[in-house]
């Protein structure tokens, strides 16, 4: 009841009304239980309970009900590009991913760095946020309060946690997180997911259905993998901001471990928020996440934030707060504090166990408590886990401590398979629930999802697990891990990791090493090398504890062997991977095995690619290739084939290398493979480029493209397209060739390589340039640039640079074009890139002589003269030719212009045969020489109509048009023509030169140039 009170009310039902409000997101309604049974069902409304809290100021727990129109998500149309809220309702708890369920006491130093890198992902940054401190310190509980500031911001809310017993499965925490980003996500999204990021499926299976084979065995395909994450939450967070919450990071697998650094170097610029917590007390200088924490604080991608333990002050109020504003002594607080030194979780403990024990009571309506010297506290928090599970049924305790080997958090079949597998009887099920039910009830576990369970927190299950006898331990091991072989073979084959934990720790060496095997084979699969080399290792150990027959057992090894030498090839460590492989080797030719050899053989052979050892490599396969081929053809000839057309290229055999291209393409044929054929069309294609035959060239680098394209491989598409776009080019058919490049563009994005979209993109820019779409080529230049930002390279800038500052320049942006200009210069300046500053400085001058600066612009260029090459830069010599000309050094300006014309003939370039034309037709003009400047003028109009060229054909006009004006002739004929070509291109600083030269040469105006 409110009860008024001088300049308002006051009254227990408004200090509810406060707190709920505090937990509810913009427009989300959330009562008290109490309120639905007093207003009772009201038509069109629907009650959702949320869960328990516990609120500041209420003894008892509150239970949540969240209130919203029974049309909700029934028959309201969605909109396809905003993502789906019907999942974010969170529910409330005491773990990540929930709303808080009680006030935060104290923090306020925590607070104060926490809070600010939420606000500025809120206004479209990037941040990754790192909790640090001691077990039971209060990280996540904290990781909550951001939950709540980023829920109440509109932010998207994930979740991934890491467990003790997942720590080898790849990926664990972030299949978990994008399984739920994608269940949220639009429509348009979701529909267009596996087709934009093909290896996102390698995560989510179950979402996206069949995955492609990965394109190569090269350590590309993990940072191509990586790539597809942070382009799939990026795409989303354009749209509305994430915050991605990743709970225990100390127990996390190597690979999520770096593909969070990934997310934090390139969501940088998108509203991501990433959580993280850890036991810092767990990372010592050998853990995986050591370095990781080093180099994300090298670059300062991070900001971390040390969790200390509450003053004797603030356990004081936690205490108040968790027995609802029970009047305490000094005493009894200081008595608490000294056992838990701060430790907020071990203070919850000590409480609970201390009501539990009746230590603590309840007394009409209020807490009461024993005398001081009454009371008994345990010594550690261990302790107080123990003495609480030990108030529970004996078969309460049973099942808990036999839920402790499933981990910390576990199903409910996973546990009724266990105990019957350990010998219970009839009746099972039942007595299964209730010992759960009890449980939860106690706190000592809490339901997570649907029939799976979680310990309410890790010291909880460690402390249980801790003591078991090893005899029952080994047991209840043995006995998880024959529960979890009786699954369908789905869900077997996804918790491998797991049954060869299970089977290592219950001491069965046979069943460990062949699931260590396969787990490496699925760690490999979704690009996890180290863990898959852990696993690798594994398995060889445990080869002498399997005690396989001696004929099994030297193929076991060498296969191992085999798959431990690739992971550590693609890892990049050579010496051990070569030590490996050879070793393999060795036990295949020994036992008379030709093909496995070859295949080793092979990835050897990459190695010495590498290594610079081309000619040991080369010699190292032949023999190999020369036995395989007597035997017909195979996937083991076709591996050394590709790994001969490596080394030739490398060793400059361009003969050897035609001659195995061709090979690997009847191979590749007589096998129908498509993925093997597209790739070896591919390598044909280029070496008949490299031997001039480019109309032989283009029909198989078509195959390429097409066969390529229907078996998914997207590096061999992209390549074989780029390679088109340049014969089509060559051949002047540039539509054909644009058409090309826009492909491989598109290609380069979903494979997701900044390296290949920046290089695709600006291809793609030139190509719209030159047909005259200045939108579209100013676009794919812009997304160069925004692929060149996420690489370390510098040299990927400068062509984005220099083609946005041309396009600028031409567009009258004159502002834009100096700063990109600047940039470019600055740029290449670093890199000692004489050809490039050259490049550069003559967009510069031309902008100065557009400007009517012809001296400086003279100025700029005389320098570099003095570099190596000027004579043979055809765009450094052409604006060179016009400053010359600027200045009045009419014979320096025909030097450079025939200088530039044998250039463009060397070259066969047709755009810069009609650049120099045009220019040679100004020089001509300017000296009087009428007819030879209309020739020059209407050969570079003939050929810019010819290849469509659009900014060449209006250029040619204006010359022309001056020309006839300087003449004395009518110029409007020209100077519309072009004029109207200037508007169409937005060239709106020759649009200007036209209007001034229409008003130079009007009747009555007395121009004549």
């Known amino acids: 009841e409110a009860v008024p009170v001088e300049g308002g009310y006051r009254g227990g039902a408004l200090n509810l009304g406060a707190r709920l409000c505090s937990l509810a997101a913009a427009g989300e309604v959330l009562v008290s239980e109490g309120v639905i049974h007093l207003a009772g069902k009201v038509a069109g409304l629907r009650y959702t309970e949320r869960g328990a809290v516990q609120l500041k100021g209420f003894a008892d727990s509150i239970t949540v009900m969240h209130v919203t129109s029974a049309g909700i998500g029934e028959v309201q149309p969605s909109d396809p590009m905003q993502p789906s809220e019907a999942d974010q309702r969170l529910p409330i708890g005491g773990f990540l991913g929930s709303l808080p369920s009680g006030s935060l006491v104290g923090r306020e130093e925590e607070l104060r760095q926490i809070l600010p890198p939420v606000d500025e992902v809120a206004a479209g940054e990037g941040r990754l946020l790192l909790l640090a401190g001691e077990p039971g310190v209060g990280k996540t509980r ?35 997180a994008l399984a739920m ?132 002050d603030e356990t004081r109020v936690l205490i108040a707060e968790t027995l609802g504003g029970m009047e305490m002594s000094d005493d009894f607080a200081s008595l608490v504090y000294r056992h838990t030194d701060g430790n907020p979780f071990f203070t919850h403990q000590v409480l609970q166990a201390l009501v539990e024990a009746g230590s603590v009571f309840r007394e009409h309506g209020e807490w009461h408590r024993l005398a001081i010297q009454e009371i008994e506290l345990p010594e550690s928090v261990r302790s107080v886990i123990t003495q609480r599970v030990s108030r529970l049924s004996a078969g309460a305790q049973e099942v808990l401590q036999e839920a402790s080997v499933l981990g910390q958090l576990f199903t409910f079949d996973d546990l009724l398979q266990l105990k019957t597998l350990t010998g219970s009887d009839t009746g099972l099920e039942d007595r299964l629930d209730a010992a759960l039910t009890e449980a939860a009830g106690a706190k000592v576990v809490r339901t997570a999802r649907r029939d799976e369970y979680a310990f309410d927190h890790a010291l909880t299950q460690q402390t249980l697990y801790a003591e078991l006898s090893p005899r029952r331990r080994r047991r209840l091991h043995l006995a998880a891990g024959e529960a979890i072989e009786h699954l369908p073979e789905r869900k077997r084959h996804s918790r491998v990791g797991e049954l060869a934990w299970h089977f290592l720790q219950g001491d069965d060496a046979e069943r460990a090493l062949h699931y260590a095997v396969l787990a490496g084979d699925q760690a490999e699969t979704l690009f996890a090398h180290e863990e898959a080399e852990r696993h690798f290792r594994t398995a060889l150990e445990l080869i002498p504890e399997a005690e396989p027959a001696e004929e099994d057992r030297a193929r076991l090894e060498a296969t191992t062997q085999e798959k431990l030498g690739t992971v550590q090839r693609l890892r990049g460590q050579y010496r051990e991977a070569q030590a490996s492989l050879d070793e393999a080797a060795r036990t295949y030719r020994a036992a008379g095995d030709v093909e496995a050899e070859a295949r080793v053989a092979a990835q050897l052979g990459l190695i010495d690619a590498v290594s610079g050892q081309a000619e040991r490599g080369i010699d190292r396969l032949q023999p190999l290739v020369q036995a395989l081929e007597e035997r017909g053809p195979s996937d083991t000839l076709a591996r050394l084939y590709g790994g001969l057309l490596r080394l030739f290229n490398i060793g400059g055999r361009w003969s050897d290398f035609e001659t195995t291209s061709q090979s690997l393409l009847q191979l590749a044929e007589g096998l129908g493979d498509q993925r093997l054929l597209a790739e070896a069309e591919l390598h044909r294609g280029t070496s008949l480029i490299r031997n001039g035959q480019y109309d032989e060239a283009l029909p198989v680098l078509e195959a390429s493209i097409a066969g390529a394209g229907k078996v998914g491989d997207l590096p061999t598409q992209c390549a074989a397209l780029n390679f088109a776009a340049v014969l089509y080019h060559s051949q002047h058919t540039f539509d054909r060739a644009l058409t090309y490049r826009v492909r491989a563009v598109e290609v380069a994005e979903r494979l997701g390589d900044p390296f290949e979209i920046s290089y695709r993109a600006i291809e793609a820019a030139y190509g719209t340039f030159l047909l005259g779409d200045w939108g579209k080529s100013r676009h794919y230049a812009e997304r160069a640039l925004s692929a060149a930002l996420s690489l370390d390279e510098l040299r990927m800038f400068l062509q984005p640079l220099y083609t946005l500052g041309e396009l600028s320049m031409y567009e009258g942006e004159w502002e834009e074009a100096t700063r990109y200009l600047d940039e470019a210069v600055v740029v290449a300046r670093h890199l000692g890139a ?74 066969k370039s047709p755009v810069g045969q009609i650049e120099t034309l045009r220019m040679q037709g100004i020089i001509a003009s300017r000296q009087g020489r009428w007819q030879d400047a209309e020739d020059s003028f209407k050969q570079a109009l003939r050929r810019s109509t010819e290849i469509s060229y659009p900014w060449g054909e209006a250029r040619s006009l204006y010359g022309l048009g001056l020309m006839y004006g300087r003449m004395g002739e009518d110029p409007s004929g020209c100077l519309s023509r072009c004029d109207a070509i200037f508007q169409r291109l937005g060239a709106r600083t020759y649009q200007a030169r036209v209007a001034e030269t229409l008003l130079q040469f009007a009747p009555g105006s007395g121009g004549s140039g």
């Open 142 to 176: 904290l990781a909550q309060e951001v939950t709540l500031v980023a829920h109440n911001y509109g932010f998207l809310l994930i979740v991934g946690r890491c467990y003790e017993q997942q720590q080898s499965v790849p990926f664990y925490p972030f299949r978990e």
């Open 834 to 907: 004489e050809a490039v500053i050259r490049e550069v400085e003559g967009l510069r001058a031309e902008r100065d002589i557009l400007r009517g600066e012809f001296e400086p612009a003279l100025a700029r260029l005389q320098p570099l003269l003095e570099t190596t090459g000027w004579e043979e830069h055809l765009n450094f010599l052409l604006p060179l030719a016009w400053a010359y000309l600027e200045v009045g050094d009419a014979e320096a300006a025909s030097s450079a212009a025939t200088k530039a014309a044998a250039e463009a003939a060397r070259q």
């Open 181 to 312: 980003l994608y269940a949220v996500a639009p429509e348009a999204v979701r529909g267009r997911a596996s087709e934009r990021w093909p290896y996102l499926g390698r995560l989510l299976p179950d979402q996206l259905g069949a995955v492609a084979a990965a394109s190569s065995d090269s350590s590309e395909e993990q940072e191509r993998l990586f790539r597809a994450v942070s382009g799939f939450i990026s795409a989303i967070a354009e749209l509305r901001p994430i915050a991605l919450l990743l709970d225990d990071l100390h127990w996390a697998d190597t690979a999520s471990l770096q593909l969070l650094q990934h997310l934090a170097r390139h969501t940088r610029g998108s509203p991501v928020l990433v959580v993280g917590t850890y036991r810092d007390v767990e990372v010592g200088a050998n853990h995986p996440l050591q370095p990781v924490l080093r180099d994300l604080g090298r670059e300062q991608l991070v900001n971390r934030v040390p969790i200390k333990r509450l003053r004797k």
